[in-house]
């Protein structure tokens, strides 16, 4: 009769040890997805530099251009 609460206490544990493994590699998978929109978000952001930049550029030109 002793084996009974043992095997059932065996089982909630290995239960309960397979959630956390789901939720740690949820958790991992979130953590990679941020990763790469924050990737993606900096190369979005460089462009948007690059581009005013471009256009700042243009406007000297102009601008000089038009002074001669």
Do not use: F, N, Y
């Amino acid at each position: 009769m002793t084996q009974h609460p043992r095997i059932a206490l065996l089982t909630a544990s290995l239960l309960l040890t397979g959630c956390g493994a789901e939720v740690a590699g949820g958790a991992a998978a979130v953590g990679k997805l941020q990763t790469q929109q924050l990737q993606q978000a900096r190369q979005q952001q460089a462009q948007v530099v690059d581009g005013l930049k471009a256009a700042q550029a243009a406007g000297m030109a102009r601008a000089a251009s038009a002074a001669d």
